[in-house]
């Protein structure tokens, strides 16, 4: 059986390499000749250029943006001044260009005179975002007419994982278990959600995180789904945000952090209890969801499809589902906290039996299980795909229901 | 921050709503569908999860001029205010159909004639046709640019508490500013320190970094340790309560001279306040740098403060838009004052200004490092 090598450390340059050529080929499948992107994580995964990323309200002001060509290698990279910019400048200096503001009609005409000379009149584009200010161009900007969704096109290339890539997730995974090793460690009554995220962030930095991606999640779960808070669909709420509640000893605690390496995220989800250990219920909430999550790594393996996966934990959990409904009972994850592949969504069963699982697939199983009077389990299993099965990339701790 | 999850203040949410309404009717609007967070929690006053960087667009609200009514993504009511009912409510879906489908059970899409968004993907591009079969689709950010440009009287209270956030955290980390220590270290001290004050979304992660003695803007290479003589930049940037609070300073660690280089930066920022007056072009403040006799710097020279970035953008980059754009009170603006001298390195200070009737007021107080 041949496992994934992945390296102990990431070459940042070989991985830009593979990057590109995925995503040039996902482009030639897709007939698209040039891509224009502006989300943040798409600029970052077709440049190889990382920063931490910032509140979501300013990126707006002043972001990076990405033009790739389906003939050229390299991309271009119109980059605003970023402090943590990566030192290692990947791109060569003719494809490095000064900040565009394509909120402003301005930025747009200025961007469209350089756009003019870098995609040949007639290409095909297509293009994640489309401000009010790019919608006005219209031809101008877009002389080929309204571009397609490079969603698709980002969705595609970045499926399956390179070794480098998993060795970048990797070590996010391991800076934010060194982070939460020490929050789990403090963790006692008295102590406010907010103590924790601020534990957890100053330790995720120390150890190396380029940026925190989630605000840290330290959900107190209800006695009953009676006694939680009133959801559109009658289920659990999840994620819930931290304040400045204290924690109370026997509080049940559903934990979701996630930084970036890189420009890799990372994910983290653990059950804890606050000052005591599990009472035997709590203990066979912990065996249910280990059985579920079991019955799901025994079907995992490349050729699999998402629907193998849901009707594993569905059967293991006697016949419903053991994931919220508005989420999914897996996901991907690679420059985005979570991304396609995606297993159990409302997008449908018919969905989820197309969808065939391949090797260097990332998969973050996140089943739950839940008894009035208990406080459930949940937590994240982050694996990768292989021909014969899987890898897990993490070896955390079920402390304090198991190892 | 509180306890539990609270809504805005009904004073701050009704303002705002006002703001929205009046600015839908101005620029002939029926429908906006909001896809991003700032919006969202302008015209929702409700909190929503914060992840880093922009997000890819999707109905995160929709407000109908009609009935004034709002709608919002929440798959749950926690922290959603009594003016927005829990059938107002739709949850988070991943499949296409069931966007258009929860669009259609809105009251007023079908018949709406002029619908904006304020941005939107090739897909949703396609989509929302089948949820507004008559509707023009139509650019709606300057509708909420409009809005938002100005701020409320409670606008500018959860600004100076955003921004009081901010520079207690910058403090912090200044206090470990010694040779030695890591550009990483100083972060995680600000914004665990912020944390620690109540407000765990940063505006800004790019906390701490040693300034270019060999180039203008470019980053240090190197292990990140701050050593003699080093300019040590700090953005502090906190988004509490929605708003945005920011401030950056430069400190200087023993071992050069950099006097004369804080000498040129005051001298720079003593005419950008000039230029915050009432009336004025926001490119005054583009011309400061040039009657200083400074190149303009890597970063928009001004930008507004509010929920995420507000109008105007001031930079090298656009700027006919700042000649056009006029400064009028009750905007607030982050001011950057940049300057750089080879062989010493960079100062960055940025400033919280608000606006007013008769000039501009100062809302950050960091001290200032002096020779």
Redesign the interface.
Known sequence: MTVIDIPAVPDLTRMGRARGAKLRAAMAQQGVDALILLGNTAVSYATGVSWPLGDSGLAHADRPVAVVVADDPSAHLFMPFRAGTSAQEPLPADHLHPPVYLEYDEGVRNFAAVLADLVPAGATVAADELTGAMRRAGKSLFPGGSPSDAALVLAAAKLIKTPDELACIRTALRITEQAMADIAGSLAPGMRQIDLSAGFVRQAYEHGALANVLDPIWQVMPASREAGVWTTHGDLALPLLTTERELAKGDVLWTDVSISYAGYCSDFGRTWIVGQDPAPRQQAQFGKWWEIHSAVKDVLRAGATAADLTRAAIAANGGSKPWLPHFYLAHGMGTDPAEMPFVGTDLGEEFDEQLVLEAGMVLVLEPVVWEDGTGGYRSEEVLVIEEEGWTALTDYTYAPYGD | ?????LPDDRALRVGRRERVLAHMEAHDLDVLVLG???NVRYVTGS?G?????????APGAVVVRATGAVHALM?????VPDDIP?EH???????PI?WVTTLQGIEGTATARRVG???????F?QLLPYAFPVAELV????AMRAARRVKTAEEVVALREAIGVAETSLAKAVAELRPGVTE??L???L???A??G?V????????A?VTSREHP?R????DRRVGPGDLV?F?S?V?AGGY?GEVARTWPVEGGDPGPLYERWDQLWARLLDACRPGAPAGDLLTAYDSAGEPL????VA?GLG???DPP?V?S?????AAEERLEPGMALAVTGYVWQEGVGAVLGRQAVLITEDGAELLTSSPIWTP
């Open positions: 921050m509180a306890t539990e999850v991003r967070m700032a909190p999860l914060w992840t880093a960087g922009t997000h890819p667009f798959t749950w009511d926690e922290g829990r409510l739709y949850g988070l879906t991943w499949n069931n968004t304020d941005t939107i993907s090739p897909t591009a650019d709606g950010e300057p990483q270290h972060s995680g001290v914004l665990e320190a944390a620690a109540g765990s979304t940063p505006a800004t992660q790019e906390v970094w803007w980053k240090v290479n190197g930049a953005t940037g988004v945005i710097p890597p970063m928009p930008r929920l995420g970035f953008v930079a980059g656009l700027p006919t838009t």
